[in-house]
């Protein structure tokens, strides 16, 4: 700041310094009362481990329960289904020429197929993964995720998670791109840059690429095998807790504390919910639907030349011996590649046991991430991306192994 011209400085001691400062206040502030609002009340309970953790759990449940009970029952068991098995199905099997070419196979699939799922062509099976069990999935997720974004509940999760996740080497910032990963993977990778260092980045992109189901993933997994959900997800809670806590064990650098502001409650503004869900939603269909009907076309390309039945007598000793699934996972692994809930509905196709299905699911869901994801952390960093796959496959090799060695000594494998 530049002298006035003509006026000399004066030299103040410090405690005239803080005598001018309480001089100028007393001009300027005006001290009222404070008075506790509801909303003040709520959020002191919610951020207090004694109040806030029973909260926590009673959110995400409902989160869940209204997840699956929307998505899963309203929208895909009650409309959905009727919808593409009763009509769409019929009538593409009876208007699509040549049930016997190429053709029909690759678009339609198997013209004696009685739903979708078991059709398995691009404009069936394909069709209806995308829009009539993934679309209603990730629809109600982006809602809720925005309302609780919106209504500034997501910085006191984080606030509370902050303890539980400084053990693993990372801080309550990272239940924000795990939430997200529970919608879609990709942008769960980006949102890894609110994170402090380049280890903790490092390491919740690589645990979101291996232990995070996407929403579609989890739309498929409550339509085709909803009894076996919530073990599939305790395994991959735990090998998120056991393998970050041995990466921060193993990768150098610092963990920082939090340092989060944390806003007042307060109604979210419908037009930006609005306009948040239709963004998130557009994105999702203009990267899913091709992905999905490309995933289809290029297995059943596989199946056809005899790709998966050569690499499942490959690895035939790898899945049964050391996973203890059948050799025909090899197939949906591949497709998993494309899209995971793609797999997974392959998976539904395959007669094993149930806890052969919790391992495959599993197997799945720790396996190289979908391409989506794959490019997002590529365009974080190669060096890094490389890194994250040694981790996967090294986690998928060991976890893969432990899961079916519990399942020995439980008598259930």
Same mark, same amino acid.
């Given at each position: 700041?530049?002298?006035?011209?003509?006026?000399?400085?004066?030299?103040?001691?410090?405690?005239?310094?803080?005598?001018?400062?309480?001089?100028?206040?007393?001009?300027?502030?005006?001290?009222?009362?404070?008075?506790?609002?509801?909303?003040?009340?709520?959020?002191?309970?919610t951020v207090k481990p004694a109040t806030g953790i029973p909260v926590a759990v009673a959110v995400l449940y409902a989160f869940w329960s209204i997840f699956g009970s929307f998505a899963g029952t309203l929208v895909t068991d009650g409309f959905m289904v009727r919808l593409f098995d009763d009509h769409w199905l019929p009538w593409l099997q009876a208007a699509w020429p040549g049930p016997d070419s190429l053709l029909y196979y690759l678009a339609v699939g198997d013209p004696l197929a009685e739903t979708c799922f078991e059709a398995f062509g691009m404009l069936t099976s394909g069709l209806f993964v995308a829009i009539g069990v993934v679309l209603p999935a990730v629809l109600i997720f982006y809602l809720m995720m925005t309302l609780l974004e919106d209504s500034g509940y997501l910085p006191r999760l984080a606030v509370l998670m902050d303890t539980v996740l400084h053990r693993i080497g990372l801080h309550g910032y990272a239940i924000i791109p795990a939430i997200l990963g529970l919608g879609c993977n990709v942008p769960a990778v980006t949102a890894t840059r609110i994170l402090e260092t380049r280890k903790q980045r490092f390491m919740m992109m690589t645990l979101l690429a291996i232990f995070i189901p996407c929403g579609a993933q989890l739309g498929v997994m409550r339509d085709v095998i909803p009894d076996l959900v919530g073990p599939v997800m305790l395994y991959l809670i735990c090998g998120f807790g056991i393998f970050g806590f041995v990466l921060d064990r193993i990768i150098p650098g610092e963990n920082p504390e939090i340092l989060i502001d944390v806003p007042p409650y307060h109604w979210p503004?419908?037009?930006?919910?609005?306009?948040?869900?239709?963004?998130?939603?557009?994105?999702?269909?203009?990267?899913?639907?091709?992905?999905?009907?490309?995933?289809?076309?290029?297995?059943n390309l596989l199946y056809l030349a005899g790709v998966i039945g050569a690499l499942a007598d490959l690895f035939e000793p790898l899945?049964?011996?050391?996973?203890?699934? $059948?050799?025909?996972?090899?197939? $949906?692994?591949?497709?998993?590649?494309?899209?995971?809930?793609?797999?997974?509905?392959?998976?539904?196709?395959?007669?094993?046991?149930?806890?052969?299905?919790?391992?495959?699911?599993?197997?799945?869901?720790?396996?190289? $991430?979908?391409?989506?994801?794959?490019?997002?952390?590529?365009?974080?960093?190669?060096?890094q991306m490389l890194a994250a796959v040694g981790v996967l496959f090294a986690v998928v090799f060991v976890y893969g192994g432990l899961i079916h060695a519990a399942g020995i000594l439980m008598g259930v494998a």
């Open positions: 700041m530049q002298r006035l011209r003509g006026v000399r400085p004066v030299k103040l001691t410090t405690n005239e310094r803080w005598d001018l400062v309480d001089a100028i206040a007393e001009r300027t502030v005006t001290v009222g009362t404070y008075r506790q609002t509801i909303g003040d009340i709520l959020g002191e309970l503004a419908w037009e930006n919910v609005a306009r948040k869900l239709w963004t998130r939603t557009k994105g999702f269909l203009k990267e899913a639907v091709p992905f999905v009907l490309f995933g289809v076309l290029l297995v899945f049964v011996t050391w996973f203890g699934v $059948p050799k025909e996972t090899v197939g $949906p692994l591949i497709a998993a590649f494309l899209r995971k809930d793609l797999a997974v509905a392959q998976l539904s196709t395959i007669a094993m046991t149930p806890y052969q299905m919790i391992t495959s699911v599993v197997l799945i869901s720790i396996y190289f $991430p979908c391409v989506a994801t794959f490019v997002m952390m590529l365009r974080e960093g190669w060096k």
